[in-house]
């Protein structure tokens, strides 16, 4: 059984910039397809980010287009979300999640695509 720790979180001023890292245990992560989520007080997850397994395709939430960076790297088990020009509205936990794919360039963009959860990572975003 694949588990997945996130870390990274903390508190960033406006405009700034955190990354946060998604590792893998248990399992070989290229078998998965990899989603970023998060989810502040009183609101309903929403999609962030996610990547393939091999890592040719992304998709990113509106609210994230050009700002965030989702990359992995398959031979250490990681994904990353690298995320810039962060704003107040950024400020939530997030979740790093996966599933098992069949093909390469599957994408997943809904919270009931993945089986995989990690404990998530506070980000806030402060000044």
């Known amino acids: 059984q694949v588990l997945l720790v996130e870390s990274g979180g903390g508190l960033v001023q406006p405009g700034g910039s955190l990354r946060l890292s998604c590792a893998a245990s248990?399992?070989?992560?290229?078998?998965?397809?990899v989603g970023w989520f998060r989810q502040a007080p009183g609101k309903e997850r929403e999609f962030v980010a996610a990547?393939?397994?091999?890592?040719?395709?992304?998709n990113y939430g509106d609210s994230v287009k050009g700002r965030f960076t989702i990359s992995r790297d398959n031979t250490k088990n990681m994904v990353y979300l690298e995320m810039n020009s962060l704003k107040p509205e950024d400020t939530a936990v997030y979740y790093c999640?996966?599933?098992?794919?069949?093909?390469?360039?599957?994408?997943?963009?809904?919270?009931?695509?993945?089986?995989?959860w990690g404990q998530g990572a506070q980000v806030t975003v402060s000044s």
């Open positions: 999640a996966g599933v098992g794919v069949r093909y390469a360039l599957q994408i997943r963009t809904t919270a009931s695509g993945y089986d995989v």
């Open positions: 248990g399992g070989t992560l290229s078998r998965f397809a």
């Open positions: 990547i393939s397994r091999s890592g040719e395709t992304s």
